[in-house]
């Protein structure tokens, strides 16, 4: 293994997370009292006393005709008759309940939500940024797939089907798309022990499929942008007959090149060193003829041709650059580096069929849920399909996918070994949904039903406090995630004030305050409403347009991180529906939400509103956060936890709207993403996926394509790469980020009093989630008498904090 001495590798996309290096005039809203005085007035919370202590601004009661809320002054110090200034309204106890169902399961849970228009506060936004172009085809498009760097910019970015990478290459005289494999001992290895980063190479063009036809003017375009796949289309000027087609699809088992009456040319960056025939059809009726390439870097390939006429095929190495084929061919040119002895025979029986596109589909049974993904095939029906599978499907094969496994393994960029299967579906079973894990985590992982006498004294001490937070300021910032991150903290709060404090009225008045903040966005009436963007088909921030910043709201405008964004907002209006069920009935509450849903997580592709999943890839387990910016590393992903997050609100939503369909699909991606996570993301140190000297970074940092980045966009302090990770703490968070994860991490990173010499503002994240694996040191330290309010980021609250520890165990 190389280990080189890079400069930092620069980030491509553009500025795309959250910066928790908060701006002192946010900080300055995040707390209507001086967070001294706050500070001052928690050290009593460890001491169980009984002295609860109400805000001292105040309880706002009511709004006034024009909407405004008024406040009225708390004229006791005793919490219990706080319900003697709350209007009557208030006072009717509040019933949480989910309903019963109002769509059954379906045999596929992947159904529709709705495929109706958005409704009409997402105005129509104007054209956008990103022009739709070298795209075939109109309706919705893919903004965060594998293959956005084909479409975008310059064209000339890689995309990764893995365990392939594909790039556009052009000289002076051709243009064809350069096929490329890098084995582990070609990828660099940042100095340090763990290594920061490793990146794999760039620009090694092994294989150029080209044709003669194909000049410098050579135009790409796309068609079929779906969930799984997309063709590539070369010709040689803008708007001329294509001459060669490329479908590329996630974990194909051959680089496919389709050609329609042309001349084939194989170029070669790595140059060739040799050509030789290893069979003819044999006169079978499946017409392949096989070669066998050798590379001057000491790799083998092999070649595999098939034509109505293969006698009149014949394949010339012309010099070490050049092997051409022959006049007007028509037909499928296949290759695949023979990385392994002993393997050809699953290429041989493989050869001529090919994969042309991919879909999912799903079921779910108590807590076991199933997913197959099936692909369709071009070339002689009687041919198997060889595709590669990463080791998350591997790992959750049913026994019918585990028969079509072969011995045959190629290594990817970021997900380790992939392994072949010759099959046009694999199927893979999920047999620990998190169905238990509602709005508290599930008795499995420890939760406790009921909060001690103290933590309960201790909530709603905390509670009083923070829901008398000023939720209007807090929702009303120029940040859709900010604002986002507010409304679901107040829902954690209201949640933990009503089930683990046992203080109904408060929550009862907490909730008041978050239906009325929830309404002005459902009347999109907050900075940077949001918007219907027709041209991507989406719900986007109106931020690029009012300040003609591409990177404005994080990237919202240019889709990245919905589901990030949307997510805070989804889970927000489950609690509002699971505390008022009739908030569901009421206006265009329900079809708001839904619409956010299926903006980032669309179950269907016929939805002409919204692409299907435009988040979530199945094939990979989890999301990429990256939206329509062109990446020289590919799409990317930083923060796991609030991917997480998103389809915990979904599940959430479904159960609260009666959707037993979204509630699956909750619990199954959650179980694919926990998967997902445990083999790649976050790294115990049994890791076998990820390279040895990376292991020890624990969490991964920024996950790219063709990279890992132990750093995070705003910074590389521990605290921030570890956290970003971690945040937000919900009951998902104790399913998918394991005890002995945690642990490994803590000890690494946190332990011997390091995490009290963190970034004020991350040291709640981090001791919250020091929970999951002690419960107790997490105990004490949110009800310690030093216990500072500063240490909370603006996310975050003491209130859910001690709901969430108290409800593992440790109070
Ligand atoms: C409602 O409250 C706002 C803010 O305090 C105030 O400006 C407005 O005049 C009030 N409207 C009425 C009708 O009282
Ligand atoms: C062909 O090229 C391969 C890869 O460089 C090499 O191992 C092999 O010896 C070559 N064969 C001949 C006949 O030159
Ligand atoms: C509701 O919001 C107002 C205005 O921010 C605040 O003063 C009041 O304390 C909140 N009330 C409750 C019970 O959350
Ligand atoms: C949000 O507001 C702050 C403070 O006024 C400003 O610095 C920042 O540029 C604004 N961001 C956007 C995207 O408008």
Not at 317 to 345: H, N, R, W, Y
Not at 604 to 611: A, I, K, L, R, S
Not at 634 to 658: C, H, Q
Request: glycine fraction near 8%.
């Amino acid at each position: 293994m190389k280990t080189l001495t890079l400069e930092k590798v620069v980030i491509f996309s553009a500025l795309i997370h959250p910066s928790f290096a908060l701006p002192n005039f946010i900080k300055g809203l995040l707390y209507l009292q001086d967070p001294a005085t706050i500070t001052s007035s928690i050290p009593g919370i460890q001491t169980a006393s009984t002295d609860i202590q109400p805000s001292p601004v105040g309880i706002n009661t009511a709004l006034n005709t024009t909407g405004h809320i008024t406040l009225a002054p708390v004229t006791t110090t005793a919490i219990n008759t706080l319900q003697s200034v709350l209007p009557t309204a208030l006072t009717t106890p509040l019933i949480p309940s989910f309903p019963s169902p109002l769509a059954r399961l379906s045999p596929n849970i992947l159904v529709p939500i709705a495929t109706t228009a958005p409704p009409p506060q997402f105005q129509n936004a104007p054209k956008h940024p990103v022009p739709r172009s070298n795209i075939q085809g109109s309706g919705p498009l893919q903004t965060n797939k594998f293959y956005g760097n084909f479409y975008l910019g310059s064209q000339s970015n890689s995309l990764w089907t893995h365990p392939y990478s594909l790039a556009k290459t052009c000289t002076t005289s051709s243009c064809g798309i350069a096929v490329s494999h890098i084995e582990r001992s070609q990828t660099a290895f940042a100095a340090g022990n763990p290594a920061p980063y490793f990146v794999n190479p760039i620009g090694i063009h092994s294989i150029v499929f080209g044709a003669a036809e194909l000049g410098a003017g050579t135009s790409m375009t796309l068609s079929e942008l779906d969930e799984f796949s997309a063709n590539v289309h070369l010709a040689p000027t803008v708007g001329a007959a294509q001459v060669l087609t490329m479908p590329v699809v996630q974990g194909m088992g051959f680089v496919t090149g389709v050609y329609s009456s042309a001349q084939p040319v194989l170029m070669s960056g790595v140059f060739f060193s040799n050509l030789t025939l290893v069979s003819t059809d044999g006169g079978g009726a499946d017409r392949v003829v096989k070669w066998r390439i050798g590379l001057l870097d000491g790799t083998s390939w092999l070649l595999y041709v098939r034509t109505d006429n293969p006698t009149n095929a014949p394949f010339l190495l012309q010099d070490s650059k050049t092997i051409i084929g022959p006049l007007g061919f028509s037909g499928t040119v296949q290759v695949a580096k023979c990385a392994s002895t002993g393997m050809e025979q699953f290429y041989d029986s493989a050869a001529g069929a090919y994969a042309t596109g991919g879909s999912v589909s799903a079921s779910a049974d108590g807590d076991v849920g199933t997913y197959t993904i099936s692909w369709t095939k071009g070339g002689p029906a009687s041919r198997r399909l060889l595709m590669f599978a990463l080791p998350h499907h591997v790992e959750s094969f049913d026994a019918a996918t585990r028969a079509a496994l072969t011995g045959l393994q190629m290594q990817t960029t970021t997900k380790g070994m992939a392994t072949a299967v010759l099959a046009e579906t694999i199927t893979m079973v999920e047999d620990h949904m998190p169905v238990d894990v509602l709005y508290d985590a599930a008795p499995a992982n420890g939760a406790l039903k009921v909060a001690s006498a103290a933590a309960q004294t201790a909530i709603v001490r905390a509670a009083s406090i923070e829901l008398a937070e000023d939720i209007f300021e807090q929702t009303n910032m120029n940040s859709t995630y900010w604002n986002g991150k507010a409304l679901a903290k107040f829902a954690m709060i209201i949640y933990a004030t009503y089930a683990k404090g046992g203080d109904h009225d408060l929550a009862a008045a907490g909730l008041k305050n978050l239906t009325t903040a929830f309404a002005y966005f459902v009347d999109n009436t907050r900075q940077y409403p949001l918007l219907y963007d027709n041209d991507w088909k989406g719900i986007i921030s109106s931020a690029v347009f009012a300040t003609g910043d591409t990177g404005a709201d994080y990237g919202n405008s240019l889709y990245n991180d919905h589901h990030f964004h949307y997510g805070y907002f989804v889970y927000a209006a489950s609690v509002l529906a699971y505390f008022d069920p009739l908030w569901l009935t009421k206006g265009t509450n329900k079809v708001w939400v839904d619409t956010l849903v299926r903006d980032y997580a669309n179950p269907v592709t016929t939805d002409p509103y919204f692409p299907f999943s435009r988040m979530f890839d199945w094939y990979h387990g989890h999301s990429w956060a990256q939206g329509l910016y062109e990446s020289a590393d590919g799409k990317n992903e930083e923060s796991t936890s609030e991917d997480v997050f998103s389809l915990y609100a979904m599940k959430l939503w479904g159960k609260t709207t009666g959707d037993e369909n979204m509630e699956a699909r909750g619990n199954l991606q959650l179980a694919v993403l926990r998967r997902s996570l445990q083999n790649y993301f976050l790294m115990e140190s049994s890791n076998k996926n990820q390279p040895p000297q990376f292991i020890g970074n624990k969490a991964c940092g920024i996950m790219f394509e063709n990279k890992i980045d132990h750093t995070t966009y705003f910074g590389a302090k521990p605290e921030y790469v570890e956290g970003i990770h971690m945040l937000p703490l919900s009951p998902a968070s104790p399913y998918t980020r394991s005890q002995a994860f945690v642990s490994e991490e803590w000890q690494t990173y946190f332990s011997d009093g390091r995490a009290q010499n963190t970034d004020v503002a991350w040291r709640s994240i981090l001791y919250a989630n020091l929970a999951i694996a002690d419960p107790r040191a997490s105990w004490l330290y949110f009800t310690s008498p030093s216990f500072d309010m500063a240490s909370l980021d603006s996310g975050a609250s003491l209130t859910w904090y001690l709901a969430f520890v108290a409800g593992l165990g440790g109070s």
